[in-house]
């Protein structure tokens, strides 16, 4: 089997994250990764929520083989065949058996994708979240974030500098940006909680009908 990968960042940031998921989550669940990377996050996550079926996916095929070499290394039955996923796509995944109906999860996971990739991913990962989240389940996404009545840590501006040296698409998202481009797919920031180097975990979920958008920040 090929070794697995390492990212640095995914090995540092996986207990604080773990943490907060945690928190937040209920005992049971089905929870899709979106952008999985090396593969650390899944092994992670899925090894500390036993109660848990994850599913890991990845816009880079060449990125599969470590996914599976974590979960191997970690003996794990509780994740899934990590499957090739851009969420650019206008399907995401196969319906589920014998129905039109998508496949729908209790969580989906995206860590540091929206700013290492251009700004329409923000759009089409609201886009396909609202689409796959089962009733009461949560989107999370983990990263930095520009936002307007924070000042900017000088560590962010320099690392949106370099991202958008190295691809003028790339670049830190402005949360408020995110939040309008939510709206627009049903979704609304329902939490936000600072994390270790100047990062934010953001909860979004189904804007309740009938009720005006409100955002709790914790
Ligand atoms: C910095 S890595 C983050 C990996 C992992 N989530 C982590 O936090 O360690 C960014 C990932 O986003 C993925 N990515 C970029 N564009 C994507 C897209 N359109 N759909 C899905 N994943 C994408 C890349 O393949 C890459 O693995």
């Known amino acids: 089997m090929t070794p697995p990968e390492y990212s640095p960042s995914a090995e540092q940031n996986k207990q604080p994250i773990l ?6 989550l209920p005992a049971h669940g089905a929870a899709l990764e979106i952008a999985s990377g090396t593969g650390q996050h899944a092994a992670w996550f899925a090894s500390h929520l036993p109660g848990w079926t994850w599913q890991p996916t990845e816009a880079q095929l060449t990125a599969l083989s470590s996914i599976r070499a974590h979960v191997a290394q970690a003996g794990l039955h509780n ?15 196969p319906t589920r058996p014998g129905t039109t109906e998508p496949t729908r999860f ?3 996971f995206c860590a540091n994708m929206l700013h290492i990739s251009p700004k329409e991913t923000g759009a089409a990962l609201m886009r396909g979240s609202a689409r796959h989240l089962a009733p009461g389940g949560v989107l999370v996404t983990y990263g930095p974030y520009f936002e307007n009545a924070v000042a900017t ?6 690392f949106d500098e370099s991202l958008r040296a190295r691809n003028p698409a790339w670049g830190v998202r402005l949360r408020e940006d995110l939040e309008h481009v939510a709206e627009t797919f049903g979704l609304h920031l329902a939490e936000r909680h600072p994390m270790p180097a100047n990062n934010l975990l953001l909860v979004w979920s189904a804007t309740p009908v009938n009720h005006p958008t409100t955002s709790l920040y914790l």
């Open 19 to 24: 943490d907060k998921l945690l928190q937040l």
């Open 79 to 93: 994740v899934r065949e990590p499957l090739l996923l851009d969420v650019c796509a206008d399907q995401w995944l």
């Open 106 to 108: 209790d969580l989906i």
């Open 153 to 158: 840590a000088k560590s962010n501006l320099a």
